[in-house]
């Protein structure tokens, strides 16, 4: 498999994370308000925990699992997209994200998860996307359905956070919803990484 491809959009540029990547990781992504919103980060954010997660990237989108990409905005880094769980036999894929508290607000969480829902159709030829959020995280929701998802079921008591059960929804896109949904390029430019 060749390297991951940069992903251009109107104003963000998603690329794959480095090292150099990993204290800002743990700034944005470590902010409780972020972290509360996401099953897998902790709070604090321990030393290491960045550099152990980057560090699993490449060697998970070479075996084909994951493509996940660090969002820039003029060179910052405003926060995370990407497949998370990539199924070829089934050809579908979890989308997971997050965004630094900073950049809420901005429309950057809906252009980024655009982009990665383009290039799993596009590029990896998925059928499926779905993605899951906490019932209480209403703005994730409206992003998923400013991507073209549909809310396809609330899960009560499916997960917990912290020692709290929390009720989770899910949503999904299929191939041809997508194509029928999607207004305008969701990636300007594909190039090789």
Known sequence: MTGQ?????????????????????QRLAGEYAVA??????????????????????RPGFERGVHAIYAVTCDGDLVGAAGLVEI??????????YWMG?????????????????????????LHRVYAMHFSRNRASGRVMEKCGMVHEAHLRGHVRKWGVVEDIDVCGVLHGEWRERCT??????CRAG
């Not at 109107?10 to 800002?24: E, H, I, K, N, V």
């Not at 980060?41 to 030393?47: A, V």
């Open 5 to 25: 491809p940069i992903l251009v959009t109107d104003r963000l540029l998603l690329r794959p994370f480095t090292l150099a990547d990993a204290s800002m990781v």
């Open 36 to 57: 509360s919103s996401a099953l897998e980060i902790p709070y604090p954010y321990p030393d290491g925990v960045a550099e152990a997660w980057i560090a699993t990237h």
């Open 87 to 96: 199924d070829r036999d089934h050809r579908r894929a979890e989308l997971g």
């Open 101 to 125: 508290r900073p950049y809420w607000g901005r429309g950057y969480a809906t252009e980024a998860t655009r982009a990665v829902i383009e290039y799993g159709f596009s590029v990896l030829g």
């Open 184 to 189: 305008g390029p969701a990636i300007r430019e």
